[in-house]
């Protein structure tokens, strides 16, 4: 088994490379994922791991055995390595090095009666991590990222995902491109703005469901508020007018699963 000690090793400084860049992770279409349960999804969700790095004296050969069945390439590295590669102060001894996917909307596969999330223009990878966790949590057929600001392969969002990011489907698109998708699919669209809105609650979401989020700061953009079949608002009963973007698709994906019975 290989075996890396040294930060100064080029392998590893092009692992930092793929941490910290966007462009290289679209280069070499792949990503860093830290922690067991993230690679464990990761295999669940149909995602190909090409290296395992790992630090003996927190994991073992055994438990990295059970993790796939598959001939992988498996690097031992020391704790140095591991702190510099590692993002979390809590750690599990694991990175894997991925394949990306596909994250277009033709590769998307809808129920016949789907329920979807779109945020457009999410720039905070702690948002997107949490609504992706939302996401699952409310066992949903998709997200879509409209006009994405963010790589969704940043290990900020792997991270605080949580693994979520492997457990749903996942496309991005212009805002036009979504919105073409949408009406094609006759997918009712449902944009939370504060313009020409009427209270979440009193829509039927229980027909093929697209609900829209946008930035606290900015909100949708107009095509939003032109093209949905409704435009909703959650009702606001103290002094601001808005909140946070990940809690606003709780509310409104947790009304949609109850019309539909959970």
């Known amino acids: 088994m290989k075996q890396i000690t040294s930060v100064q090793n ?72 591991y702190q510099k590669l590692a993002y979390r102060d809590t750690t599990e001894g694991i990175l894997a090095i991925a394949k990306t996917k596909s994250l277009a909307l033709s590769d998307l596969k809808l129920s016949k009666n789907p329920l979807i999330l779109v945020g457009e223009s999410l720039e905070k990878p702690g948002n997107v991590g949490a609504i992706l966790r939302t996401a699952d949590a409310a066992n949903i057929d998709a997200v879509i990222i409209a006009n994405p600001k963010s790589d969704l392969y940043n290990p900020n969002i792997v991270r605080s995902s949580v693994g979520c990011l492997f457990t ?73 007018d808005s909140m946070n973007v990940s809690v606003a698709a709780a509310i409104l994906l947790f009304e949609a699963k109850r019309q539909r019975g959970f």
Do not use: C
């Open 168 to 240: 749903r489907q996942i496309a991005v698109g212009t805002t036009e491109e979504v919105i073409a998708y949408l009406k094609a699919n006759n997918i009712n669209i449902y944009s939370a703005t504060l313009q020409d809105s009427t209270e979440y609650h009193t829509q039927n979401y229980t027909t093929p469901t697209a609900l829209v989020v946008g930035t606290e700061a900015t909100g949708l953009s107009e095509k939003w508020r032109t093209e949905s079949t409704k435009n909703i608002i959650i009702p606001m009963q103290g002094e601001i």
């Open 10 to 81: 080029p392998f590893i400084k092009s692992l930092v490379q793929l941490q910290e860049k966007a462009k290289v992770r679209k280069q070499t279409g792949t990503f860093l994922i830290e922690g067991k349960r993230e690679i464990e999804l990761a295999l669940k969700g149909g995602y190909e791991l090409e290296t395992i790095l790992f630090l003996p004296e927190i994991i073992s050969e055994k438990q990295l055995n059970d993790l796939t069945t598959k001939s992988l390439n498996i690097i031992e590295i020391s704790k140095e390595v």
